[in-house]
């Protein structure tokens, strides 16, 4: 089975700060993919990073960067230099392999607010 | 880019009537859409995965009899809301991908209130 698990409900950040979303996932697909999208309270999903489970380098997109931690089953978010367009809901997801159907499954999700 | 349109991004209904959503992909062959519902501050849970020409797969605790899933083609799936009621109010959203390991695509959603 799989699991994805968001631990921050809200986060708080300075303005041009970094900031680091947590995120742990749980699956027996040796095979996957973990993404992180966010979620503006127009409700559209903005798809901002991908990190294939073979991949040997953590990914990175402008400012964001996934930090992949393999054996710890991590795969933390790292928004560098914080805007406030960033203030949003982040969920982290997994997409398994065939065991999984490739089926996407969401996190709970984390609240980001950028303070001025 | 790949896109997805949702529509309509926003209903209102009567309890005991049925609203059916449409998800389209518009330059690429969804082999595969996923459904997923998300209540006010939650997280999407999924609700069932649709592959083309065949029945929808639903997760644990979805009524298939109630929300009925329709893939005709490569680039159409919807989702009918059969006798909606008030808790069915909620934020639906699909996306779509093609091959197992391509990217998926989202539409924008649509806000369903059942009155």
């Known amino acids: 089975a799989q699991k994805i698990t968001q631990t921050q409900p809200g986060m708080f950040v300075q303005e041009k700060e970094a900031v680091t979303l947590d995120c742990t996932y749980d699956t027996s697909d040796p095979s996957y993919g973990l993404f992180w999208y966010k979620q503006p309270s127009s409700g559209e999903m903005i798809f901002l990073i991908y990190q294939g489970s073979y991949d040997q380098q953590n990914a990175t997109e402008g400012r964001y960067s996934l930090n992949f931690q393999k054996a710890r089953k991590s795969a933390n978010l790292v928004i560098s230099a914080s805007q406030l367009g960033d203030s949003a809901m982040y969920f982290c997801?997994?997409?398994?392999?065939?065991?999984?159907?490739?089926?996407?499954?969401f996190g709970s999700g984390t609240r980001l607010l950028v303070r001025p | 880019g790949a896109v997805v349109s949702q529509h309509p991004s926003w209903v209102i209904c009567k309890s005991g009537t049925s609203v059916k959503i449409e998800c389209r992909s518009l330059d690429f062959q969804a082999t595969t859409m996923f459904w997923y519902r998300q209540f006010p501050k939650q997280s999407l849970m999924l609700m069932a995965t649709?592959?083309?020409?065949?029945?929808?797969?639903?997760e644990q605790g979805v009524e298939k009899d109630k929300f009925l899933i329709n893939h005709a083609s490569l680039t159409l799936s919807t989702l009918t809301v059969t006798s909606a009621h008030p808790e069915d109010s909620s934020f639906y959203i699909c996306?779509?991908?093609?091959?197992?390991?391509?990217?998926?695509?989202f539409g924008n959603g649509t806000r369903l209130t059942v009155t």
């Open positions: 996306s779509a991908t093609g091959q197992p390991n391509s990217p998926l695509h």
């Open positions: 649709s592959n083309e020409g065949s029945k929808a797969t639903y």
């Open positions: 997801a997994m997409r398994g392999g065939w065991d999984s159907s490739y089926k996407l499954i």
